[in-house]
């Protein structure tokens, strides 16, 4: 490896990433308006998880069947609403969000498609939040500021079920948590995440080197 290099990103090859984002089921029309309103509306509109890793989150879903799921980052709420789709009616969703201008736009969303009843949505720092929340889960989507991520990992991990599904994104950082120059804190906090779940034998852990690296974590 080119130590020297900044990133590695994509990390496969881009012909490979196109074809797969191509042979996912089709996503439904609820959620491809969602990711066009986001690319018009939102700044930063690339921080959507999108159809690839959004088909993964649903398929995840459907096979944990959780009674509740805790996701921390709800943004213009694309992950959410997969949670809402491929989960029963009677689950509920509390979602954690730092960025209280995106409140009216995420209540009209869930209201319009009828989930405003299965998603509790959270405004305020989540590392404030979480430990206020006094609920177990059987699924945990963490999507937020890297840096924070060991510290949500010791808020959270005693508060996933036993068979439950810890889900984390962007943990491979562009490919820097592979590169020893990168020391960013954001790559610091990333590669300790990493390595915290990993020595954790609460967990079985893999990394799904998807879009910028997903790592599943179940509770045993
Ligand atoms: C990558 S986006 C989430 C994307 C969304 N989960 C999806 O899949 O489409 C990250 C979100 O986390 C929010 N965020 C960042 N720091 C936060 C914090 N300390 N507490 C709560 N939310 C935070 C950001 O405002 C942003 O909306």
Known sequence: MEEKEIQIHPFVDKRI??????????????????????????????????????????ILTQLVNPKRVL??????????????????????????????????????????????????????????VIPRLNNSYDMIFIDADKANYPNYYSLVADKINKGGLL???????YGKVAISDAKDKETLAIRKFNQMITEDNRFENVILPIRDGLMIARRV
């Open 71 to 128: 996701e921390i980052g709800t943004f213009s709420g694309y992950s959410t609403m997969c949670f809402c789709l491929s989960s029963q009616s009677d689950c509920i969703i509390d979602t954690i969000e730092a960025v209280e201008d995106y409140k009216s736009f995420l209540e009209n969303l869930f209201l319009e498609n009828n989930f405003a009843q299965k998603v509790n949505l959270h405004f305020g720092q989540a590392i404030d």
């Open 17 to 58: 990433e196109d074809y797969c984002q191509t042979f996912h089921s089709k996503q439904e029309t609820i959620l491809n308006e969602l990711e066009r309103t986001t690319h018009l509306k939102f700044l930063r509109p690339n921080m959507i998880s999108s159809s690839w890793q959004g088909e993964l989150l649903k």
């Open 167 to 173: 889900v984390a994104d962007n943990i491979l950082w």
